[in-house]
Each structure stands twice: as C-alpha cells, then as structure tokens.
C-alpha cells in the first residue's frame, strides 16, 4: 500500500470546514490555494510561505461548499450552498 506523507499543512481561526464535501482549489501553477468557510468567508493561502494570501470575509452569506479556479489562474469562483456564486479577480 502507498503511503502518503504530510508535506504542508494550512490553519487559520477563520475557517470552519462547513461540511463533509467542502471543496478547496489549487491554482493552476500551484501558489495558491482558495478554501470557503462555513461562516461564508473566502481564504487564499500561498503555498510557498504557507502564510494567509487574502481573506473575504462575509461576502457569500451561508457556507461556502466550492471553489474552482480559472484555467488562466488569474480568478477564481466560489458557490454557497444558496447557490450565491461570486467570481474574484486579482
């Protein structure tokens, strides 16, 4: 059996996983990672210093359950579970 091995590992008190399909995305050259949060917040986390990228806090007004980036890497969308979908840009 293969085994896997944690190589990074991200946390900030601003997430909430909001349920057991919350979806995260990577970004098309890896940098970034985008996760929403239960409390409707939005949190880019860079990859390389692992530090917090950017938050948008209290755009959607439920539980964010997906995210998806652009193929180009230069947005990203993320859906509540309302079906509220917002697309970023940098």
Same mark, same amino acid.
């Given at each position: =059996?293969? =085994? =896997?091995?944690?190589?990074?590992k991200? +946390?900030?008190?601003? +997430?909430?996983?909001?349920? &057991?399909? /919350?979806? !995260?995305?990577?970004?098309? /050259? #890896?940098?970034?990672?985008?996760? #929403?949060?239960? /409390?409707? &917040?939005?949190?880019? +986390?860079?990859?390389?210093?692992?530090?917090?990228? %950017?938050?948008? %806090?209290?755009?959607?007004?439920?539980?964010?359950?997906s995210? %998806? *980036?652009?193929?180009? #890497? &230069?947005?990203?969308?993320?859906?509540? &579970? !309302? #079906?509220? !979908?917002?697309? *970023?840009?940098?």
């Amino acid at each position: =059996m293969r =085994m =896997m091995k944690e190589v990074q590992k991200f +946390y900030h008190d601003n +997430y909430r996983c909001s349920s &057991n399909t /919350n979806r !995260l995305a990577v970004s098309p /050259n #890896g940098r970034y990672v985008v996760v #929403g949060s239960q /409390n409707g &917040n939005v949190i880019v +986390y860079d990859t390389k210093t692992q530090d917090i990228e %950017e938050i948008y %806090e209290h755009q959607h007004k439920t539980a964010v359950v997906s995210c %998806e *980036w652009q193929p180009r #890497g &230069n947005k990203f969308a993320t859906i509540d &579970n !309302l #079906g509220s !979908l917002f697309i *970023w840009s940098n």
